[in-house]
């Protein structure tokens, strides 16, 4: 692991105080979408929710063939992104100046990801999954933190 | 020790996604019930269920192929359900590949309240093969799965289809809410309950329940042929 020491900046201190709790609560949030994938990977690969049992959407969603990517489901391809951000965000808290900058360029991928898929869901396969538009919150939201605690860095800075 | 301690919670929730994915995917997999103790290799089909206290369900079934025929293939499906849907083509596919010797029974599963339109498609259906014409109607419906999946009443959609295929509409709209359909549908949930069936589509060949990730052309081509080749055929 990278054995930068965490960078103080220099900064005032309520400034850095703010930043970790915007990036400690990029961490919580993450992990919010890393369970919805979790449990939507073990879903998909049991086989069991693209059947119909409960949710229509979800069915119709999971058993179109853009819930996987060469094979890999993409709950999976999900899950470790969100472990990423989480990873990211929570080094990011304790001032680890790389993994902030890192984290914003995962969660504009997923973004763009996540737009990608709400589109499909949209207009390609006409039904709309729960846990698919709870992911999509979840990276709302992230962008959102994540946004507003680099923009209080570069103010600062 | 603060340098340390994001490395320590990453760890930590490294394990615990490990863990709960862990549970998650044994729950998954206890979760059907297995009457009996599966041996078989994934693509293939599990072992038969019990047949005792297991009821036939509507008789005559739904089924296309002759009785004698050497494999039965048994759906329990829902006209609603989009992987019904996309299972419709596949087993079309096998009827016209194998002939007499595959013979295909459908049961209806409707999942109420999942399916807002599945029973009154069930009802369509099975008031249809009341006049000889269940597959044409199952045919329909299937194929316009999307036309009626979001309207708000489907019945409307169903006596449009039943004039198509040419039923006695008069016969149809007493049919459509008769007790002989009524109890075809029960009797067929009655049989699917007593199999475990947990959701739909589900598929049994010669009685012994195939994997939902078997269901894709290829893997169902080989299942049937094994099948056959044990029959002597």
Known sequence: ?157 | MKRALPFIIILVVLVSASAVAWSLKESATNDPPTPTPTVAPSNSASPAAPTRSVPPGAEPPNAIGPATAPVTLEEFGDFQCPPCGLLHPVLKKMEQEFGDRVRVIFREYPLVPTHKHALHAARAAEAAGLQGKFFQMHDMIFENQKAWDKAFDARLIFEDYAQKIGLDMEKYRKDVTSQAVEQRIFLDGKRAHALGVQGTPTVFINGREIPFQSLEPGKLRALISNELAAAGY
């Not at chain 1, 965490?6 to 993450?30: E, F, H, Q």
């Not at chain 1, 919010?32 to 069915?59: K, P």
């Not at chain 1, 969603?61 to 929570?90: E, N």
Request: some cysteine; hydrophobic content about 55%.
């Open chain 1, 1 to 157: 692991m990278n054995s930068q020491p965490p960078a103080t900046d220099g900064l005032d201190p309520r400034t850095n105080r703010r930043r970790a709790i915007l990036y400690g609560l990029a961490a919580v949030v993450s992990l919010i979408g890393l369970g919805d994938s979790i449990y939507l990977a073990v879903e998909h690969m049991a086989g069991r929710s693209v059947r119909c049992t409960i949710v229509h959407g979800c069915s119709a969603v999971l058993s179109s063939p853009y819930a996987s990517f060469r094979g890999i489901p993409l709950a999976l391809i999900g899950a470790g992104a969100y472990f990423t951000v989480f990873s990211l965000a929570t080094l990011a808290a304790f001032e680890y100046k790389f993994a902030a900058r890192l984290l914003v360029f995962v969660v504009a991928g997923m973004l763009l990801v996540t737009l990608w898929l709400l589109y499909l869901q949209a207009f390609v396969i006409e039904a709309f999954c729960q846990f698919c538009l709870l992911s999509a919150l979840v990276t709302l939201a992230l962008t959102v933190i994540v946004f507003v605690a680099r923009r209080s860095s570069v103010r600062e800075l």
